[in-house]
């Protein structure tokens, strides 16, 4: 069946989220947004929910409620509030020290039944760096050799352990990054691979890379999920779903659109006009790119393939970053999720709904039981841990060649 999670990303996916009518555009601040939807989300059977997350203060706060609050703080509340749903958080390879970060997430899985899930991502731009006094980013192909050091010391801390221990064992391994560097660190430790894709047969080739991949380090390819990010409109009827979507696109900050697509391209689009497309000479290939090359890829494709205004694509990507955005009835949804599955793209999805908590709900009380009438996914929970839900073993832990080396410092 599906695996489907939901990324609980402040007031929603779309930049104009938190203007959204009947939306409290400062409710991520508060734990309440966390843990009401954390229930509903375990009241609809979901295996995860999702934290997305970045050591620094986003400065484009300025045109949208951001900075959500930390991730091990929040899941920790969310651990004591529910029962079954996992819990996995977004924390830095690039930034955190990696036996202390042993130490607090074994020790979340532990209180929370082992249902904790950490995704590893290489921090990327200029505003963290300067969070932790640095002059600039670490170089990419850097940030990926740290992070498998990084994580290999972590999981061999976690199988050390002798009290405390989980009962799924220990955490598991979630890791984001389509950059050919990043493919490989997914092939060598990921255990659930967070993707992004625009293209159905793109995705499936990632996917089957990625078990490839893992079989030449000597791991099961059948014990990796893959889970794209997919951004959701629901509507009762077509013309619903689109009409909530075009108000979306009518409330989304210009200022917000223009300058995370211009930190994801890595470059200026001051005094771009809306009416014509981004000039080409501006744009370097995806693997030159110092950002992230996962975001980037995916909307140099965009431009590539449909040659959109920058008007059209700042529309397109509404401010989400440039995960797929599907809108339409319940039906229409679950017609989108079931192919991508049937036809080998993905084993479920990282669900980002438009606006929270509204497009949560609608999804869980819309779309989830068309997709349960198909025979798509679950009805009541199997087991009480994250594994269980992912239908994961214990894979087995690196022999610790890294355990007690200084690790090669990201900078």
């Known amino acids: 069946m599906l695996h489907i999670n939901v990324n609980i990303l402040n007031a929603g996916v779309f930049g104009g989220s938190w203007r959204f009518p009947g939306t409290d555009g400062t409710a991520s601040y508060t734990i309440e947004h966390y843990t009401s939807i954390a229930r509903k989300a375990e009241e609809a059977k979901l295996d995860a929910v999702f934290l997305a997350d970045g050591p620094s203060l986003d400065p484009n706060i300025r045109h949208r409620t951001a900075n959500n609050l930390e991730p091990t703080t929040v899941l920790a509340r969310i651990a004591a509030q529910t029962e079954r749903i996992g819990l996995i958080g977004t924390l830095s390879s690039s930034y955190n020290d990696p036996v202390e970060l042993a130490r607090r997430l074994g020790d979340l899985d532990h209180i929370s039944g082992g249902r904790f899930g950490w995704n590893v991502v290489t921090t990327a731009g200029p505003?963290?760096?300067?969070?932790?006094?640095r002059t600039g980013e670490p170089e990419h192909a850097l940030r990926y050799r740290r992070a498998a050091e990084f994580t290999e010391q972590v999981v061999t801390g976690w199988a050390g352990r002798t009290e405390l221990v989980s009962p799924q064992g220990r955490p598991v391994v979630v890791q984001a990054g389509g950059s050919s560097d990043g493919r490989r660190l997914a092939s060598r430790i990921g255990e659930v691979i967070f993707s992004a894709d625009q293209d159905l047969d793109h995705a499936r080739a990632f996917r089957t890379e990625i078990r490839a991949g893992a079989a030449e380090f000597g791991?099961?390819?059948?014990?990796?999920?893959?889970?794209?990010?997919?951004?959701?409109?629901?509507?009762s009827t077509e013309a619903e779903a689109k009409a909530r979507r075009e108000l979306l696109d009518e409330i989304l900050p210009d200022a917000y659109a223009r300058?995370?697509?211009?930190?994801?391209?890595?470059?200026?689009?001051?005094?771009?006009?809306?009416?014509?497309?981004?000039?080409?000479?501006?744009?370097?290939?995806?693997?030159?790119?110092?950002?992230?090359q996962t975001f980037y890829r995916v909307v140099k494709a965009i431009i590539d393939t449909e040659r959109p205004t920058l008007g059209q694509l700042l529309k397109k990507l509404s401010g989400g970053g440039g995960h797929r955005i599907v809108v339409g009835t319940p039906e229409q949804i679950a017609d989108d999720m079931e192919r991508w599955y049937r036809e080998g793209a993905a084993d479920g999805f990282n669900?980002?709904?438009?606006?929270?908590?509204?497009?949560?709900?609608?999804?869980?009380?819309?779309?989830?039981?068309?997709?349960?009438?198909r025979g798509l996914f679950r009805t009541e929970y199997d087991g009480t841990t994250l594994r269980d839900h992912l239908g994961l073993g214990l894979p087995t832990a690196p022999a610790g060649a890294y355990q007690g080396r200084p690790l090669e410092a990201a900078r």
């Not at 963290?128 to 006094?133: D, E, H, K, L, T």
């Not at 980002?352 to 709900?361: H, I, N």
């Open 351 to 373: 669900v980002m709904p438009d606006v929270l908590p509204s497009g949560f709900a609608d999804f869980a009380e819309q779309v989830l039981p068309e997709l349960r009438r």
């Open 259 to 292: 300058g995370r697509l211009a930190a994801q391209l890595g470059i200026s689009l001051d005094g771009l006009p809306d009416d014509e497309p981004i000039p080409a000479e501006l744009l370097v290939d995806p693997d030159e790119a110092g950002g992230s």
């Open 219 to 235: 791991r099961r390819p059948d014990e990796i999920v893959v889970l794209p990010g997919l951004s959701t409109v629901v509507g």
């Open 127 to 133: 505003v963290a760096a300067r969070n932790f006094g």
